[in-house]
């Protein structure tokens, strides 16, 4: 029954155990690695810190690579074997389209927590952009727009290219995956920007970033020990990635908890100015923290 299956199928039949334990490993470490960054946006219900461009950056360079692996004739093979060899070995065989699916997924869950958990308020006193003032609503909700329509365009790219044109699929994979080293060589420059101006992590996750940073190595040494040197364009994004993000954990360490800054408050936490009448004195309002009652006197004299 062996003899009658290809030689593709065959390889993936038998699963090296260490080849197979690392994949896996790395699997539940991009899982993982994601849940910290979840957890202080949650915990925290603010996204403050987290440069929307990051964001647009991370997920858009997420489905392309997606789209890339989806594509590649050779995951045709490998699903196609997955007719011929028992349910283990298919698993283990497509463990290299999981995990980079695995990341598409868990970026785009930040990517519906950064909408969410938005801040959606600037104070009236905030009348001039600051470094603590954080961009409008509407950017959040134009990354998410363009983000779907991105993601709604590539598939049906995707699906064209592998229906009507089946010839095509490795220029076409070649295309989403250069598109994707693209944007994810540069998705932590804007992050790195925002961070230095605020001088503080804000809603960004440390543990993250101590996950992913080495695990971008990793993952990195095991595609070049499978490709070779002839492989850079692959793994090579991954060295500069874990280079971005290792700067950014320094900076962050740096702003937390080597230099802090004063006590963290959200901007749509801040409160307002105290008001003053005509005379340098204090409005009964404000005294009392409240809004101005049927009891609060029309003039406030000086006593």
């Not at 896996?24 to 219900?45: A, C, E, K, M, W």
């Not at 290792?246 to 800054?261: D, K």
Request: hydrophobic residues 45%; glycine residues 8%; contains cysteine.
């Amino acid at each position: 029954m062996m003899d009658a299956i290809s030689p593709r199928c065959k390889d993936l039949a038998s699963p090296n155990p260490w080849n197979f334990a690392l994949s896996l490993g790395i699997l539940f470490g991009i899982l993982l690695s994601y849940l910290p960054q979840h957890y202080r946006i949650i915990s925290r219900r603010s996204s403050f810190g987290i440069s929307p461009y990051f964001i647009l950056l991370g997920t858009t360079s997420g489905t392309f690579a997606f789209a890339n692996i989806l594509v590649l004739p050779r995951s045709e093979q490998d699903i196609a074997c997955c007719k011929e060899i028992n349910g283990f070995s298919c698993f283990a065989g497509l463990l290299g389209i999981f995990q980079v699916g695995v990341q598409a997924l868990c970026f785009s869950i930040i990517l519906f927590l950064f909408i969410i958990f938005f801040p959606r308020s600037t104070p009236s006193h905030l009348t001039k952009p600051t470094p603590t003032t954080a961009p409008p609503f509407r950017i959040a909700l134009l990354v998410g727009a363009i983000c779907i329509l991105q993601t709604i365009a590539t598939a049906i790219v995707a699906i064209i290219i592998v229906v009507g044109h089946p010839a095509q699929r490795q220029l076409c994979a070649n295309v989403f995956g250069i598109i994707a080293a693209i944007l994810s060589s540069i998705q932590y420059f804007p992050q790195i920007y925002t961070t230095f101006l605020l001088r503080r992590v804000g809603s960004l996750s440390i543990p993250m970033m101590c996950i992913q940073t080495p695990g971008s190595l990793v993952w990195a040494a095991s595609l070049a020990a499978r490709l070779g040197t002839e492989g850079w364009s692959s793994w090579g994004v991954y060295v500069v990635t874990a280079l971005l993000q290792g700067t950014l954990l320094v900076m962050g360490v740096y702003f937390e908890y080597i230099n802090p800054s004063k006590p963290e408050s959200d901007v749509d936490s801040e409160e307002p100015p105290p008001e003053y009448d005509a005379n340098g004195i204090m409005s009964i309002a404000t005294q009392q923290g409240s809004e101005p009652s049927e009891d609060t006197p029309l003039l406030q004299g000086s006593g």
